[in-house]
């Protein structure tokens, strides 16, 4: 390595990794990258200098799944004078997508359970979008066959339950596993959302890893599949995840349920749609610098624009509220987790062994959750390029550290690591990628903790602030669409009773 740094050697072989045999370098980036704006706002370093005030009713601030649903059950209530202030350039929060050339794909959220009659929000926003009808559900948009596959002794295994690979003694593991599960089920306390009920006391002071301990369920293959749901859920694995929420993942599905219901760009196809509808009360590039009291109301203040408003709805991560609102919460017991997604744009599919490519692809011991094929739900006889959205939940070091290494890592480091990962089911996939994209998100979701669906920080966010009301996800503790949207519609109803409306429970 003479007259070359290590540095530089390193980052000369990150990027011959990224070179196809054909000499042509892959072409990619990182995209939504606002971590520099919110730590200038975690700073207080973002100055304001409003230049003209607008009186609303309600102002919401984000524009997730959560602030979303607050606009559109405002909407159906009957009150339009509203305002939806998000940060970023477009809205959605976890459930944004993108699109080029071969297809549209998903950034985050890519997938929602189908609803049963316990959560008829869901079915209402989904009958009024066209996906249910006369209670039956559009097949363009259930999950196609085959919807999961595992690459496992250096083949791809049709679905999460493989023929080669566990024993008879982790198959009865699993047989008792999915006794208790579905007695757990059978209770009813682990349905969708959990709105206001409490998580069973002794089930959230354990981990999950400590109660399949507590049961003598210690087969490799089930506590891989255990974690592998923690990992996907909470960004976590099961050792630092709740017992309450390690179970809620598979006692709040239904058994024997048809889908999920998926779009070539996830939630996103539903996020344009609900965005679509609000229209020009989503002020997107709104970031909002201080919620301070004015006199009975709430100032809400932007870089150019006061809004003053009867009520808020706080449908921005919880964490945010001490930086922005005035005597707004310190939420310590908080604890957001990690990730990071990719989009790999395929110009041809690489080589496969075993069993069909499906639509959620997952890599036994890969530190990634796998893949999901964009254009997987195509009725097209012959779909020569696609695009793979990569999952990777940094769930291996405390969240501080991982996001410290996550903020610090090149694009080309990053890139070499997928791929690298990839390349064990997939050794040609260098030669079929023209383009990776990275996006990065430090707080993508509330980590449920042992002890925090009871904790009183959690607890006490469910009620009014003087006519300011938490609607994310955070609040429930579980960052799920169901629970989203539940907190988004119940922080409106009571935004509206407050206003001399109607009644939340109408």
């Known amino acids: 390595m003479l007259g070359v740094t290590r540095r530089q050697f390193f980052q000369a072989a990150a990027l011959a990794g990224l070179t196809r045999k054909s000499g042509v370098r892959l072409a990619g980036g990182f995209v939504n990258d606002s971590h520099g704006l919110g730590h200038r706002l975690r ?49 959605g929060g976890n459930a944004r997508g993108g699109r080029n050339e071969f297809t549209a794909y998903p950034w985050a959220a890519h997938y929602v359970p189908v609803p049963g009659s316990e959560t008829p929000l869901v079915r209402e926003l989904l009958e009024e979008l066209g996906v249910l009808s006369g209670g039956e559900w559009d097949q363009r948009y259930l999950c196609h066959a085959p919807q999961e596959r595992l690459f496992l002794h250096g083949r791809w295994q049709p679905g999460f339950d493989p023929q080669v690979g566990p024993t008879a003694r982790d198959r009865e593991h699993v047989t008792r596993f999915d006794a208790a599960m579905a007695g757990m089920r059978a209770t009813g306390a682990f349905t969708l959302p959990i709105g206001d009920r409490t998580a069973r006391a002794e089930l959230d002071r354990m981990s999950m890893a400590s109660w399949l301990s507590e049961q003598k369920l210690d087969s490799q293959w089930l506590r891989w599949l255990v974690d592998y749901a923690c990992r996907d859920d909470y960004g976590a694995r099961a050792g630092e995840v709740s017992a309450w929420a390690g179970i809620h993942y598979f006692a709040s599905r239904a058994a024997g349920e048809t889908g999920p219901l998926t779009w070539p760009e996830g939630n996103a196809w539903i996020s344009t749609r609900l965005i679509a509808k609000l229209g020009a009360r989503v002020r997107t590039s709104s970031i909002v610098t201080r919620i301070s009291r004015q006199g009975r109301q709430w100032a809400v203040t932007t870089p ?99 996001r410290q290494w996550l903020l610090a890592a090149r694009w080309d480091s990053l890139a070499t690591r997928i791929l690298d990962d990839l390349s064990r089911a997939h050794p040609d996939i260098r030669d079929s990628v023209s383009r990776l994209d990275i996006c990065r998100m430090g707080h993508a979701m509330i980590r449920p903790t042992p002890g925090f669906l009871s904790s009183p920080a959690r607890l006490g966010l469910r009620t009014n602030v003087d006519r300011l009301f938490f609607a994310h996800s955070d609040v429930s503790g579980l960052s799920l669409f169901e629970e989203a949207q539940h907190r988004g519609v119940v922080a409106a109803d009571r935004a509206i009773a407050l206003l001399g409306g109607l009644n939340p429970r109408d």
């Open 304 to 402: 150019d624009t006061r809004y003053v408003a009867d009520a808020v709805i706080f449908a921005a991560p919880v964490f945010l509220a001490r930086y922005l609102i005035e005597g707004g919460p310190a939420v310590p017991d908080f604890e957001y987790s990690p990730w990071l997604t990719a989009n790999l744009t395929l110009d041809r599919w690489p080589a496969e062994r075993g069993a069909p490519v499906a639509w959620d692809n997952v890599i036994v011991d890969s530190p990634s959750l796998g893949y999901v094929v964009a254009t997987h739900q195509s009725l097209r006889t012959h779909v020569p390029q696609t695009v793979w959205t990569y999952y990777w939940a940094l769930a291996d070091e405390p969240p501080r550290a991982a």
């Open 43 to 91: 700073d207080g370093a973002l100055a304001s200098s409003p230049t003209h005030t607008v009186r609303v009713p309600v102002a919401i601030v984000g524009g997730g799944i959560a602030g979303l649903s607050a606009g559109w059950r405002l909407q159906k209530r009957g009150l339009q004078d509203f305002v939806l202030l998000e940060m970023e350039p477009e809205a």
